[in-house]
């Protein structure tokens, strides 16, 4: 099995049911009889944009933000995931900090890589801490934006 067939039965998996640790998925995908180590599902996730996010009831599962059109809109779907990761934000410049739990950045940035938020050119992600770079002139605005839509 190709990486991209692996792959196309996460996002099925992922979408029909609510899997909330690489070990499950990794089961699950054994038990389709595709073999794979949780190193690999853990590079998968990662290249699928795959985001952990909170359920009804407390519960995180494993997500892919590629939301059809009458689902939640994505600066809802950013909202949430900002308001359940972020901690706290800073600016230098052109540059925002913002700090995450640890092990966590990369759902944030994931999430604002995907999102339509204006004045931001990308995100690089570490442990608990990202750098958000803005659009030259926007550094500002884009932390006040990315606070308000976190709820801090």
């Known amino acids: ?5 692996r792959q196309h039965h996460i996002k099925n998996i992922l979408g029909e049911e609510a899997v909330t640790s690489q070990a499950q998925l990794t089961d699950l995908l054994g038990a389709l009889e595709i073999v794979a180590t949780q190193a690999t599902v853990s590079r998968d ?23 059809p059109a009458d689902q939640i809109a994505p600066e809802d779907h950013l909202r949430r995931v900002l308001g ?16 995450t739990p640890p092990g966590s950045a990369h ?38 934006h990315l606070e308000t839509l976190a709820g801090i």
């Open 84 to 99: 359940d990761w972020l901690v706290d934000v800073e600016r230098s410049g052109d540059l925002v900090v913002l700090r």
């Open 1 to 5: 099995m190709t990486k991209i067939q």
């Open 45 to 67: 996730l990662e290249e699928l944009g795959a985001v952990k996010v909170r359920v009804p009831g407390g519960a995180t599962v494993y997500a892919i933000p590629e939301l």
């Open 107 to 144: 759902v944030v940035a994931s999430a604002l890589d995907r999102s339509a938020v204006s004045d931001m050119l990308g995100t690089v992600a570490g442990d608990d801490t990202l750098l958000a770079i803005a659009t030259e002139g926007n550094g500002a605005r884009l932390r006040k």
